[in-house]
Protein backbone atom coordinates (compact mmCIF):
# COMPACT_ATOMS: atom_id res chain seq x y z
CA UNK A 1 0.00 0.00 0.00
CA UNK A 2 2.67 2.19 0.73
CA UNK A 3 4.79 1.35 -2.92
CA UNK A 4 0.98 2.55 -4.41
CA UNK A 5 0.71 5.80 -2.01
CA UNK A 6 4.32 6.56 -3.33
CA UNK A 7 4.06 5.65 -6.90
CA UNK A 8 0.55 8.16 -6.65
CA UNK A 9 3.04 10.90 -4.85
CA UNK A 10 5.28 10.62 -7.72
CA UNK A 11 2.50 10.76 -10.15
CA UNK A 12 1.34 14.12 -8.63
CA UNK A 13 4.59 16.02 -8.97
CA UNK A 14 5.73 14.95 -12.15
CA UNK A 15 2.38 16.73 -13.15
CA UNK A 16 3.75 19.80 -11.03
CA UNK A 17 6.40 19.94 -12.97
CA UNK A 18 9.15 18.27 -11.06
CA UNK A 19 11.41 15.38 -12.51
CA UNK A 20 13.54 13.22 -11.02
CA UNK A 21 16.93 14.11 -9.19
CA UNK A 22 20.14 13.07 -10.70
CA UNK A 23 22.05 11.08 -7.78
CA UNK A 24 24.55 14.22 -7.68
CA UNK A 25 24.36 17.46 -6.16
CA UNK A 26 21.03 18.36 -3.80
CA UNK A 27 17.92 17.77 -4.47
CA UNK A 28 14.91 20.43 -4.76
CA UNK A 29 12.45 18.08 -2.80
CA UNK A 30 12.70 15.04 -0.71
CA UNK A 31 9.80 13.12 -0.21
CA UNK A 32 9.36 10.86 2.75
CA UNK A 33 6.29 8.62 2.51
CA UNK A 34 6.74 7.23 5.83
CA UNK A 35 5.36 3.56 7.76
CA UNK A 36 4.15 3.44 11.55
CA UNK A 37 3.79 -0.21 11.91
CA UNK A 38 7.02 -0.31 13.87
CA UNK A 39 9.56 1.38 15.88
CA UNK A 40 12.40 0.97 13.25
CA UNK A 41 10.38 3.57 10.90
CA UNK A 42 10.69 6.43 13.12
CA UNK A 43 14.46 6.11 13.67
CA UNK A 44 15.06 5.79 9.84
CA UNK A 45 13.31 8.80 9.88
CA UNK A 46 14.58 11.17 11.89
CA UNK A 47 18.27 9.72 11.50
CA UNK A 48 17.11 10.34 7.71
CA UNK A 49 16.21 14.18 7.96
CA UNK A 50 18.88 14.80 10.64
CA UNK A 51 21.46 13.72 7.26
CA UNK A 52 19.44 15.94 5.20
CA UNK A 53 19.60 19.37 7.52
CA UNK A 54 23.35 20.15 6.31
CA UNK A 55 22.24 20.25 2.52
CA UNK A 56 18.68 22.35 3.63
CA UNK A 57 21.67 25.05 4.89
CA UNK A 58 23.74 24.34 1.90
CA UNK A 59 20.61 25.21 -0.46
CA UNK A 60 17.91 27.42 1.29
CA UNK A 61 15.19 26.81 -1.63
CA UNK A 62 15.39 22.88 -1.13
CA UNK A 63 12.26 21.20 0.60
CA UNK A 64 11.60 18.41 2.58
CA UNK A 65 7.64 16.79 3.06
CA UNK A 66 6.95 14.04 5.52
CA UNK A 67 4.48 12.30 4.46
CA UNK A 68 2.17 8.58 5.98
CA UNK A 69 1.45 6.86 8.66
CA UNK A 70 4.19 8.17 10.60
CA UNK A 71 2.95 11.91 9.85
CA UNK A 72 -0.26 11.24 10.64
CA UNK A 73 0.54 9.74 13.89
CA UNK A 74 3.51 12.43 14.80
CA UNK A 75 2.09 15.07 12.96
CA UNK A 76 3.23 17.62 15.81
CA UNK A 77 6.37 15.88 16.81
CA UNK A 78 7.98 16.06 13.62
CA UNK A 79 8.46 19.67 13.07
CA UNK A 80 9.26 20.34 16.59
CA UNK A 81 12.28 17.67 16.45
CA UNK A 82 13.43 18.61 12.97
CA UNK A 83 12.22 22.16 12.49
CA UNK A 84 13.84 22.24 8.83
CA UNK A 85 11.01 20.16 7.66
CA UNK A 86 9.19 22.05 5.66
CA UNK A 87 5.46 20.11 4.84
CA UNK A 88 3.78 17.19 7.26
CA UNK A 89 0.89 15.69 5.45
CA UNK A 90 -1.43 12.83 6.61
CA UNK A 91 -2.44 9.36 5.03
CA UNK A 92 -5.65 10.90 3.59
CA UNK A 93 -4.79 13.94 1.90
CA UNK A 94 -1.73 12.95 -0.19
CA UNK A 95 -3.19 14.95 -2.91
CA UNK A 96 -2.65 17.88 -1.36
CA UNK A 97 1.18 18.06 -1.28
CA UNK A 98 2.23 19.93 -4.46
CA UNK A 99 -0.24 22.85 -2.80
CA UNK A 100 1.61 22.61 0.19
CA UNK A 101 4.52 22.90 -1.27
CA UNK A 102 3.77 25.87 -2.79
CA UNK A 103 2.09 27.09 0.34
CA UNK A 104 5.19 26.59 2.49
CA UNK A 105 7.41 28.43 0.28
CA UNK A 106 5.15 31.31 -0.30
CA UNK A 107 4.43 31.65 3.72
CA UNK A 108 8.19 30.55 4.13
CA UNK A 109 7.21 28.20 7.06
CA UNK A 110 6.19 24.51 7.66
CA UNK A 111 3.30 23.48 6.27
CA UNK A 112 0.97 21.09 8.70
CA UNK A 113 -1.86 19.73 7.62
CA UNK A 114 -3.69 16.05 8.64
CA UNK A 115 -7.16 15.20 7.63
CA UNK A 116 -8.90 12.58 10.11
CA UNK A 117 -10.74 11.23 7.18
CA UNK A 118 -10.34 9.80 3.52
CA UNK A 119 -10.81 13.22 1.28
CA UNK A 120 -10.10 11.35 -2.29
CA UNK A 121 -9.11 8.05 -3.36
CA UNK A 122 -5.51 7.63 -3.85
CA UNK A 123 -6.20 5.66 -6.99
CA UNK A 124 -8.14 8.17 -8.78
CA UNK A 125 -4.75 10.09 -8.22
CA UNK A 126 -2.03 10.70 -10.73
CA UNK A 127 0.78 8.06 -10.77
CA UNK A 128 4.17 7.46 -11.99
CA UNK A 129 4.77 3.51 -11.59
CA UNK A 130 7.76 2.16 -11.19
CA UNK A 131 6.64 -1.14 -13.39
CA UNK A 132 5.87 -0.74 -17.01
CA UNK A 133 4.12 -4.27 -16.84
CA UNK A 134 3.07 -4.86 -13.08
CA UNK A 135 0.88 -2.69 -11.29
CA UNK A 136 -0.77 -2.03 -7.92
CA UNK A 137 -4.71 -1.69 -7.73
CA UNK A 138 -6.33 -0.58 -4.38
CA UNK A 139 -9.57 -1.98 -4.04
CA UNK A 140 -9.85 -0.31 -0.68
CA UNK A 141 -8.33 1.87 2.27
CA UNK A 142 -8.42 1.63 5.87
CA UNK A 143 -8.82 -1.33 8.64
CA UNK A 144 -12.20 -2.46 10.26
CA UNK A 145 -10.49 -4.81 12.90
CA UNK A 146 -8.62 -4.24 15.91
CA UNK A 147 -5.33 -6.05 16.39
CA UNK A 148 -4.40 -5.06 19.45
CA UNK A 149 -0.03 -4.64 18.12
CA UNK A 150 -1.40 -2.71 14.95
CA UNK A 151 -1.62 0.75 15.13
CA UNK A 152 -2.92 1.06 11.18
CA UNK A 153 -6.53 1.40 12.06
CA UNK A 154 -6.11 4.66 13.68
CA UNK A 155 -4.21 6.05 10.98
CA UNK A 156 -6.05 5.03 7.96
CA UNK A 157 -9.18 4.54 9.39
CA UNK A 158 -12.48 2.50 8.83
CA UNK A 159 -12.25 0.46 5.63
CA UNK A 160 -14.08 2.34 2.49
CA UNK A 161 -14.14 0.13 -0.69
CA UNK A 162 -14.09 1.23 -4.19
CA UNK A 163 -16.98 0.29 -6.26
CA UNK A 164 -16.16 -2.57 -8.59
CA UNK A 165 -16.71 -0.97 -11.96
CA UNK A 166 -13.85 1.54 -10.62
CA UNK A 167 -11.39 -1.13 -9.82
CA UNK A 168 -12.22 -2.87 -13.18
CA UNK A 169 -11.92 0.47 -14.84
CA UNK A 170 -8.86 0.98 -13.96
CA UNK A 171 -7.32 -2.63 -14.47
CA UNK A 172 -8.56 -2.44 -18.02
CA UNK A 173 -7.05 1.23 -18.85
CA UNK A 174 -3.53 -0.64 -17.37
CA UNK A 175 -3.49 -3.69 -19.52
CA UNK A 176 -4.52 -0.99 -22.29
CA UNK A 177 -1.20 0.78 -21.45
CA UNK A 178 0.75 -3.19 -21.52
CA UNK A 179 0.12 -4.13 -17.77
CA UNK A 180 -0.06 -7.89 -17.61
CA UNK A 181 0.25 -8.75 -13.89
CA UNK A 182 -2.03 -6.39 -11.25
CA UNK A 183 -1.96 -7.00 -7.56
CA UNK A 184 -5.01 -6.20 -6.14
CA UNK A 185 -4.29 -4.25 -2.44
CA UNK A 186 -6.49 -3.63 1.00
CA UNK A 187 -5.12 -3.44 4.45
CA UNK A 188 -8.03 -6.56 4.77
CA UNK A 189 -8.41 -7.47 1.17
CA UNK A 190 -11.11 -9.98 0.99
CA UNK A 191 -13.16 -8.01 3.44
CA UNK A 192 -13.94 -6.38 0.29
CA UNK A 193 -17.70 -5.91 0.46
CA UNK A 194 -18.01 -5.17 3.93
CA UNK A 195 -18.86 -1.27 2.96
CA UNK A 196 -20.85 -1.89 -0.27
CA UNK A 197 -23.13 -4.88 1.79
CA UNK A 198 -21.97 -7.93 -0.10
CA UNK A 199 -19.97 -10.61 1.68
CA UNK A 200 -18.90 -12.26 -1.76
CA UNK A 201 -17.94 -9.26 -3.13
CA UNK A 202 -14.25 -9.99 -3.37
CA UNK A 203 -14.54 -13.42 -4.89
CA UNK A 204 -17.21 -11.83 -7.64
CA UNK A 205 -14.45 -9.19 -8.14
CA UNK A 206 -11.57 -11.93 -8.95
CA UNK A 207 -13.95 -13.45 -11.56
CA UNK A 208 -14.05 -10.35 -12.76
CA UNK A 209 -11.11 -9.50 -13.33
CA UNK A 210 -10.24 -12.61 -14.65
CA UNK A 211 -12.14 -11.92 -17.63
CA UNK A 212 -10.05 -8.84 -18.18
CA UNK A 213 -8.52 -9.56 -22.24
CA UNK A 214 -5.16 -9.36 -22.07
CA UNK A 215 -4.90 -9.38 -18.31
CA UNK A 216 -2.22 -12.72 -17.71
CA UNK A 217 -1.47 -12.76 -13.76
CA UNK A 218 -4.03 -11.35 -10.85
CA UNK A 219 -2.62 -11.68 -7.19
CA UNK A 220 -3.73 -9.96 -4.01
CA UNK A 221 -2.34 -8.92 -0.50
CA UNK A 222 -3.16 -8.87 2.20
CA UNK A 223 -6.27 -11.03 3.49
CA UNK A 224 -7.36 -11.37 6.95
CA UNK A 225 -8.16 -14.95 7.93
CA UNK A 226 -11.43 -14.34 9.26
CA UNK A 227 -12.70 -13.33 6.03
CA UNK A 228 -11.36 -16.03 4.38
CA UNK A 229 -14.15 -17.92 2.91
CA UNK A 230 -15.01 -20.86 0.33
CA UNK A 231 -15.72 -18.69 -2.35
CA UNK A 232 -12.29 -16.79 -2.74
CA UNK A 233 -10.92 -20.29 -2.75
CA UNK A 234 -12.88 -21.48 -5.14
CA UNK A 235 -12.79 -18.35 -7.31
CA UNK A 236 -8.72 -18.71 -7.51
CA UNK A 237 -8.80 -22.28 -8.31
CA UNK A 238 -11.35 -21.77 -10.91
CA UNK A 239 -9.94 -18.35 -12.65
CA UNK A 240 -6.54 -19.50 -15.11
CA UNK A 241 -5.27 -15.99 -14.48
CA UNK A 242 -5.78 -15.76 -10.49
CA UNK A 243 -2.13 -16.92 -9.70
CA UNK A 244 -1.78 -20.20 -7.00
CA UNK A 245 -0.68 -17.81 -4.63
CA UNK A 246 -1.23 -16.84 -1.18
CA UNK A 247 -0.44 -14.68 1.80
CA UNK A 248 -2.33 -15.48 4.81
CA UNK A 249 -0.82 -13.92 7.89
CA UNK A 250 -0.39 -15.84 10.95
CA UNK A 251 0.73 -13.27 13.38
CA UNK A 252 0.64 -16.29 16.38
CA UNK A 253 0.15 -20.52 16.48
CA UNK A 254 -1.21 -19.68 20.02
CA UNK A 255 -5.10 -19.59 20.82
CA UNK A 256 -3.77 -17.61 24.06
CA UNK A 257 -1.92 -15.27 21.95
CA UNK A 258 -4.54 -15.03 19.06
CA UNK A 259 -7.15 -14.13 21.90
CA UNK A 260 -4.82 -11.02 23.53
CA UNK A 261 -3.84 -9.83 19.56
CA UNK A 262 -7.93 -9.42 19.14
CA UNK A 263 -6.91 -11.56 15.87
CA UNK A 264 -10.36 -13.02 15.64
CA UNK A 265 -9.56 -16.80 14.69
CA UNK A 266 -7.92 -19.98 16.44
CA UNK A 267 -5.04 -22.43 15.41
CA UNK A 268 -7.71 -24.94 13.54
CA UNK A 269 -9.46 -22.82 11.82
CA UNK A 270 -6.16 -21.54 10.17
CA UNK A 271 -5.16 -24.66 9.43
CA UNK A 272 -8.43 -25.43 8.21
CA UNK A 273 -7.72 -22.87 5.93
CA UNK A 274 -4.41 -24.15 4.59
CA UNK A 275 -5.78 -27.56 4.18
CA UNK A 276 -8.91 -26.38 1.89
CA UNK A 277 -6.90 -24.36 -0.22
CA UNK A 278 -4.34 -27.31 -0.61
CA UNK A 279 -6.97 -28.86 -1.35
CA UNK A 280 -8.52 -26.92 -4.34
CA UNK A 281 -4.62 -26.06 -5.48
CA UNK A 282 -2.32 -28.46 -4.56
CA UNK A 283 0.50 -26.40 -6.11
CA UNK A 284 -0.52 -23.25 -4.13
CA UNK A 285 2.53 -21.45 -2.23
CA UNK A 286 1.42 -20.02 0.86
CA UNK A 287 3.50 -17.27 3.02
CA UNK A 288 2.75 -15.49 5.85
CA UNK A 289 3.58 -13.07 8.69
CA UNK A 290 4.59 -13.77 11.94
CA UNK A 291 4.99 -11.95 15.64
CA UNK A 292 7.86 -13.13 17.54
CA UNK A 293 7.57 -12.19 21.41
CA UNK A 294 3.98 -10.78 21.87
CA UNK A 295 3.23 -9.65 25.53
CA UNK A 296 2.20 -12.85 27.61
CA UNK A 297 3.83 -14.90 24.96
CA UNK A 298 5.22 -17.99 26.87
CA UNK A 299 7.20 -20.26 25.41
CA UNK A 300 4.24 -23.44 25.16
CA UNK A 301 2.83 -20.30 23.36
CA UNK A 302 5.66 -19.97 21.08
CA UNK A 303 5.81 -23.94 20.55
CA UNK A 304 2.21 -23.41 19.25
CA UNK A 305 3.24 -20.95 16.87
CA UNK A 306 6.30 -23.62 15.44
CA UNK A 307 3.57 -26.54 14.87
CA UNK A 308 1.41 -24.39 12.47
CA UNK A 309 4.97 -23.13 10.84
CA UNK A 310 6.02 -27.52 10.66
CA UNK A 311 2.05 -28.03 9.83
CA UNK A 312 1.07 -25.36 7.02
CA UNK A 313 4.79 -25.68 5.49
CA UNK A 314 5.27 -21.90 4.27
CA UNK A 315 6.88 -21.14 1.22
CA UNK A 316 8.18 -18.27 3.24
CA UNK A 317 7.35 -16.45 5.87
CA UNK A 318 7.76 -12.35 7.10
CA UNK A 319 9.14 -12.75 10.97
CA UNK A 320 8.85 -9.58 13.24
CA UNK A 321 10.18 -9.45 16.70
CA UNK A 322 7.15 -7.85 18.45
CA UNK A 323 7.47 -4.25 18.25
CA UNK A 324 6.20 -1.73 20.85
CA UNK A 325 4.03 1.12 19.22
CA UNK A 326 2.75 3.93 21.19
CA UNK A 327 -1.39 4.44 21.27
CA UNK A 328 -2.05 0.41 20.84
CA UNK A 329 -3.69 -1.77 23.20
CA UNK A 330 -0.29 -4.25 23.29
CA UNK A 331 1.94 -1.20 24.34
CA UNK A 332 0.69 -1.31 27.57
CA UNK A 333 -0.04 -4.59 28.56
CA UNK A 334 1.56 -6.68 31.51
CA UNK A 335 4.43 -9.59 30.50
CA UNK A 336 6.34 -7.54 27.88
CA UNK A 337 9.19 -9.99 27.18
CA UNK A 338 12.76 -9.34 27.83
CA UNK A 339 14.87 -8.80 24.13
CA UNK A 340 16.90 -11.70 25.09
CA UNK A 341 13.84 -14.32 25.20
CA UNK A 342 12.52 -12.39 22.12
CA UNK A 343 15.43 -12.63 19.64
CA UNK A 344 16.31 -16.55 21.01
CA UNK A 345 12.70 -17.63 19.81
CA UNK A 346 13.12 -15.61 16.76
CA UNK A 347 16.34 -17.10 15.86
CA UNK A 348 14.46 -20.60 16.55
CA UNK A 349 11.59 -19.46 14.18
CA UNK A 350 14.26 -18.52 11.21
CA UNK A 351 16.25 -21.42 11.43
CA UNK A 352 12.64 -23.95 10.93
CA UNK A 353 11.19 -21.38 8.36
CA UNK A 354 14.64 -21.53 6.21
CA UNK A 355 14.71 -25.30 6.54
CA UNK A 356 11.32 -25.62 4.96
CA UNK A 357 11.41 -22.96 2.45
CA UNK A 358 14.37 -24.91 1.06
CA UNK A 359 12.59 -28.33 1.44
CA UNK A 360 9.49 -26.87 -0.60
CA UNK A 361 11.55 -24.76 -3.09
CA UNK A 362 13.50 -28.70 -3.69
CA UNK A 363 9.81 -29.90 -4.90
CA UNK A 364 9.95 -27.18 -7.71
CA UNK A 365 13.12 -28.87 -9.31
CA UNK A 366 12.59 -30.41 -12.70
CA UNK A 367 9.33 -27.96 -13.15
CA UNK A 368 9.15 -26.79 -16.75
CA UNK A 369 7.75 -22.98 -15.49
CA UNK A 370 6.67 -20.05 -17.20
CA UNK A 371 8.58 -17.08 -15.76
CA UNK A 372 7.57 -13.21 -16.07
CA UNK A 373 10.77 -11.24 -16.72
CA UNK A 374 11.16 -8.78 -13.97
CA UNK A 375 13.31 -5.58 -12.93
CA UNK A 376 16.09 -5.47 -10.57
CA UNK A 377 15.10 -8.55 -9.34
CA UNK A 378 18.45 -9.97 -9.34
CA UNK A 379 21.42 -8.68 -7.48
CA UNK A 380 23.77 -10.74 -9.30
CA UNK A 381 22.31 -10.71 -12.52
CA UNK A 382 25.13 -8.51 -13.75
CA UNK A 383 27.78 -11.14 -12.72
CA UNK A 384 26.94 -14.12 -13.35
CA UNK A 385 24.49 -13.40 -17.04
CA UNK A 386 21.41 -14.31 -15.40
CA UNK A 387 17.52 -12.86 -15.37
CA UNK A 388 15.34 -12.81 -13.23
CA UNK A 389 11.96 -13.22 -13.00
CA UNK A 390 8.74 -14.43 -11.05
CA UNK A 391 7.06 -17.59 -11.31
CA UNK A 392 3.37 -18.09 -11.88
CA UNK A 393 3.26 -18.29 -7.39
CA UNK A 394 6.19 -15.41 -7.01
CA UNK A 395 8.49 -17.61 -6.66
CA UNK A 396 12.12 -15.69 -7.29
CA UNK A 397 13.87 -17.34 -10.35
CA UNK A 398 17.21 -16.98 -11.97
CA UNK A 399 17.49 -18.29 -15.79
CA UNK A 400 20.12 -18.26 -18.28
CA UNK A 401 18.39 -16.05 -21.38
CA UNK A 402 20.63 -18.24 -24.17
CA UNK A 403 18.20 -20.24 -25.95
CA UNK A 404 18.45 -24.15 -26.59
CA UNK A 405 19.52 -25.25 -29.60
CA UNK A 406 19.20 -27.72 -32.01
CA UNK A 407 18.89 -31.37 -30.29
CA UNK A 408 19.57 -29.73 -26.91
CA UNK A 409 23.30 -29.94 -27.96
CA UNK A 410 24.23 -25.86 -28.78
CA UNK A 411 22.96 -22.57 -26.96
CA UNK A 412 22.63 -18.87 -28.64
CA UNK A 413 21.44 -15.93 -27.60
CA UNK A 414 17.69 -14.89 -28.64
CA UNK A 415 17.60 -12.83 -31.66
CA UNK A 416 16.11 -9.72 -29.89
CA UNK A 417 16.79 -9.43 -26.04
CA UNK A 418 14.53 -10.81 -23.18
CA UNK A 419 12.86 -7.70 -21.56
CA UNK A 420 11.04 -7.20 -18.57
CA UNK A 421 7.60 -7.91 -19.19
CA UNK A 422 8.10 -10.87 -21.26
CA UNK A 423 7.47 -14.54 -20.66
CA UNK A 424 10.13 -17.19 -20.84
CA UNK A 425 9.49 -21.08 -20.44
CA UNK A 426 12.67 -23.09 -18.42
CA UNK A 427 12.88 -26.08 -16.52
CA UNK A 428 14.11 -25.36 -12.93
CA UNK A 429 17.58 -27.11 -12.07
CA UNK A 430 18.33 -25.78 -8.71
CA UNK A 431 16.47 -24.81 -5.45
CA UNK A 432 18.24 -22.28 -2.54
CA UNK A 433 15.89 -21.54 -0.02
CA UNK A 434 14.66 -18.18 -1.18
CA UNK A 435 15.46 -18.38 -4.78
CA UNK A 436 15.28 -21.12 -7.77
CA UNK A 437 17.55 -21.49 -10.43
CA UNK A 438 17.35 -22.82 -14.24
CA UNK A 439 20.74 -23.12 -15.21
CA UNK A 440 19.71 -24.61 -18.69
CA UNK A 441 19.42 -22.80 -21.18
CA UNK A 442 15.71 -21.08 -21.56
CA UNK A 443 13.27 -23.24 -23.84
CA UNK A 444 11.33 -20.54 -25.42
CA UNK A 445 10.58 -17.04 -25.19
CA UNK A 446 7.73 -14.79 -25.39
CA UNK A 447 7.56 -11.64 -26.38
CA UNK A 448 4.74 -9.51 -25.03
CA UNK A 449 2.60 -6.19 -25.23
CA UNK A 450 4.61 -5.81 -21.27
CA UNK A 451 7.67 -5.98 -22.85
CA UNK A 452 7.38 -3.73 -25.22
CA UNK A 453 6.01 -0.83 -23.24
CA UNK A 454 9.06 -1.61 -21.00
CA UNK A 455 11.06 -1.10 -24.34
CA UNK A 456 9.24 2.51 -25.27
CA UNK A 457 8.93 3.35 -21.40
CA UNK A 458 13.35 3.09 -21.52
CA UNK A 459 13.57 4.84 -24.81
CA UNK A 460 11.72 8.06 -23.85
CA UNK A 461 13.41 11.08 -23.70
CA UNK A 462 13.62 12.56 -20.28
CA UNK A 463 10.83 14.63 -18.95
CA UNK A 464 11.59 18.32 -18.81
CA UNK A 465 10.21 20.25 -16.04
CA UNK A 466 6.61 21.86 -17.10
CA UNK A 467 6.77 24.81 -14.66
CA UNK A 468 7.65 23.99 -11.17
CA UNK A 469 5.43 25.49 -9.02
CA UNK A 470 8.06 26.42 -6.22
CA UNK A 471 9.14 29.59 -5.70
CA UNK A 472 8.34 33.08 -5.53
CA UNK A 473 7.19 34.79 -9.45
CA UNK A 474 10.27 36.61 -10.53
CA UNK A 475 10.07 40.33 -10.42
CA UNK A 476 10.37 43.43 -13.54
CA UNK A 477 9.22 43.50 -17.11
CA UNK A 478 8.27 40.04 -18.71
CA UNK A 479 10.78 38.99 -21.13
CA UNK A 480 9.65 40.00 -24.64
CA UNK A 481 8.05 37.50 -27.13
CA UNK A 482 9.96 35.46 -29.76
CA UNK A 483 9.50 36.78 -33.06
CA UNK A 484 6.42 34.48 -35.24
CA UNK A 485 8.19 32.47 -37.66
CA UNK A 486 7.34 32.97 -41.25
CA UNK A 487 4.85 30.67 -41.75
CA UNK A 488 3.05 31.99 -39.10
CA UNK A 489 -0.28 33.71 -39.60
CA UNK A 490 -3.42 35.51 -37.47
CA UNK A 491 -5.12 31.98 -37.46
CA UNK A 492 -2.25 30.16 -36.58
Not at 39 to 45: P, S, T
Amino acid sequence: MNVHDSERLSGLLEGAGYVKADQEGDPDLVVFNTCAVRENADNKLYGNLGQLAPAKTRNKGMQIAVGGCLAQKDRDTIVQRAPWVDVVFGTHNIGHLPALLERAAVERKAQVEILESLETFPSTLPTRRESAYAAWVAISVGCNNTCTFCIVPALRGKEEDRRPGDVLSEIEALVAEGVIEVTLLGQNVNSYGSDLGDREAFSKLLRAAGKVEGLERIRFTSPHPRDFTDDVIAAMAETPNVMHQLHMPLQSGSDTVLKAMKRSYRQERFLGIIRKVREAMPDAAISTDIIVGFPGETEEDFEQTMHVVREARFANAFTFQYSKRPGTPAAEMDGQIPKAVVTERYNRLIALQEEISWEENKKQVGRTLEILVAEGEGKKDNRTDRISGRAPDNRLVHFNPNLRGLNDKHSTRPTSPVRPGDVVTVEITYAAPHHLLAEGPTLAVRRTRAGDAWEKRQAAPAAKPAGVMLGLPTIGAPAPLAAPTASACCGD
